[in-house]
Nanobody
Framework: QVQLVESGGGLVHAGGSLRLSCAASGVTLNNYAIGWFRQAPGKEREGLSCISTSGTSIYYADSVKGRFTTSRDKAANTVHLQMDSTRPEDTAIYYC???????????????????WGQGTQVTVSS
């Protein structure tokens, strides 16, 4: 069972930035579409972004479009989620996962997910 590892979470003031990373050992993330999710207390897990294997197709949820950016660092076998203009409502545990395909959009990609990480906590203070 492959497990992904998220890092980079922490505490940030509203309007600030964080960069999350998703890595894996023993598997090349460049070969798979990768999705980012978050789950706030008492809420369902929400799909945020999906990046294709080539990195040329990237999809975002409306809630983060224009504020968050997903990218690949192929040399480092890592996928990043750059979080800018953060808001208190962005507070959640953030996860990455392998996605079978980004086609179909981010709202339904949880059904196409494999290989979850353990998550990293992001807290945005007001």
């Amino acid at each position: 069972q492959v497990q992904l590892v998220e890092s980079g979470g922490g505490l940030v003031h509203a309007g600030g930035s964080l960069r999350l990373s998703c890595a894996a050992s023993g598997v090349t993330l460049n070969n798979y579409a990768i999705g980012w999710f978050r789950q706030a207390p008492g809420k369902e897990r929400e799909g945020l972004s999906c990046i294709s294997t080539s990195g040329t197709s990237i999809y975002y949820a409306d809630s983060v479009k224009g504020r968050f950016t997903t990218s690949r660092d192929k040399a480092a076998n890592t996928v990043h989620l750059q979080m800018d203009s953060t808001r208190p409502e962005d507070t959640a545990i953030y996860y990455c996962a392998r996605i079978n395909t980004c086609a179909g959009g981010v709202a339904t990609m949880i059904a196409r997910s494999l290989w979850w990480g353990q998550g990293t906590q992001v807290t945005v203070s007001s």
